[in-house]
């Protein structure tokens, strides 16, 4: 099988795997600050939601979405450490 092993091997160049890029981010410290990050965006578009005449509730709203989607990136990055185990 030569060229299955080619194949492994141009795939595989200098021993990088697929998710190496992850790893940065699959730090303790990096997916603790992204959920506080998120947490904190989340709450102020939370905020500005309540208050009606401080911002146009669309941007509050997309705002109040973009601090969920960090904080749910960092609960996703938490799993895929659990499985790298990094």
Known sequence: MPSQNAA????????????????????????ISLAVVGAIIATGGGIMLK??????PVLARMIYRLGCAVSSGSVVLFIIAGFVGA
């Open 8 to 31: 492994n091997r141009q795939a595989n160049r200098g021993g990088e795997t697929h998710m190496e890029f992850l790893t940065p981010l699959l730090q303790r410290e990096a997916i």
């Open 51 to 56: 208050k009606p005449n401080a911002i146009d």
